[in-house]
């Protein structure tokens, strides 16, 4: 069985797969409009959204499927201190496939491992969001007919946007890609994606804070919301909050076949004004989702019962290192083992299974 944790449990050819079903799909709906018959999705939202859970519920709903779920931890047992492997074993019996949405990093992968249905991560915390990068692929691919030879400006809150550090995992797979880092410096990406992903695939990048020097070069800019929710002072974020407008006047700096892509929702960053512009490509790519999001379903449920062994890439340390970030799930549920991955045995670094915390040994 296969579940969704982080997009590279994908393979590249898997990837061009599921665009191509997506993009099958939207030509041809009514081919689909039974293929889910009798299948239920849950979604297990304890986090706000909009986009991502509507468009996971309408992809369902479009394949002829039910869904049901919650789309708040209030309402709940979490609410009444359910563990997250406990309310994954559960749901395992009401619904066929579930997505889940937590505020903890870790936590549909912790779901995964206990769940007897398909998982699909989407969003945990600010480290990884898969179905939005499978939605940014299929919309760089349908926009600019390829994935690969492109530079790609992502501006705004590098820290916490999960989005962002998703999307960079995505591309280090594709050849000749250009990563152009735009942000205030206290929202800069955060070490493990730039040396796990950036230096460890020997990707070009660069980091800037003017969006203005970096619009030129790009053939795709994605810009990204300051992730208020994820700040420890709200100072803090008054401050840097309006760190990049993209207006009217710096579309004008950029490539005429440039993309502006935005997982939304915006709040100010980019001026409404911009949104008639043929370049700005966000409420295309929220279509989009919704048709890779049912290619995603299809090939989960197909999957279902076959076999899927997963190569452990690095040697793991059971419960000998602790995680301390505040953000990991170990932090909330104190029966999950720690586990560490050895990434680098020379230098001994280690990080967490659950949210990549370093920690050196
Ligand atoms: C993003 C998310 O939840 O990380 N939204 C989404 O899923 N489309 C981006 C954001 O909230 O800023």
Known sequence: MRSLIDITDFSVEELAQLLDTACDISENPQKYAEA??????????????????????????????????????????????????????????????????????????????????????????????????????????????????????????????????????????????????????????????????????GMEYEETTSLEEAMPKLDVLYMTRIQAERFDSFDEYERLKDSFVLDVKKMELAKPEMRVMHPLPRVNEISVKVDSDPRAAYFRQALNGKYVRMALILKLLAEKDLEHKVEEKYPLVVNQIHCDNPRCITSCEQEIDHVFKCVEPTMGIHRCIYCEAKKIR
């Open 36 to 201: 889910c018959h009798g299948k239920k999705l849950a979604t297990l939202f304890y986090e706000p959204s909009t986009r991502t859970r509507l468009s996971f519920e309408a992809a369902m709903m479009e394949l002829g499927g039910n869904v049901l779920g919650f789309s708040e931890a209030g309402s709940s047992s979490a609410a009444k201190g359910e563990s997250i492997a406990d309310t994954a074993k559960m749901i395992s019996c009401y619904a066929d496939i579930m997505a889940m949405r937590h505020p903890k990093e870790g936590a549909p992968f912790v779901a995964s491992q206990n769940a007897s249905i398909p998982v699909i991560n989407a969003g945990d915390g600010g480290h990884a969001h898969p179905t939005q990068t499978l939605t940014d692929l299929l919309t760089i691919y349908r926009e600019l007919g390829r994935l690969d030879h492109l530079t790609i400006g992502c501006c705004g809150d590098l820290k916490y946007g999960r989005t962002v550090h998703s999307l960079i995992s995505a591309m280090s797979r594709y050849a000749n890609i250009k990563i152009v880092l735009i942000s205030p410096e206290e929202l800069r990406l955060p070490k493990y994606v730039r040396y796990e992903v950036l230096e460890k695939y």
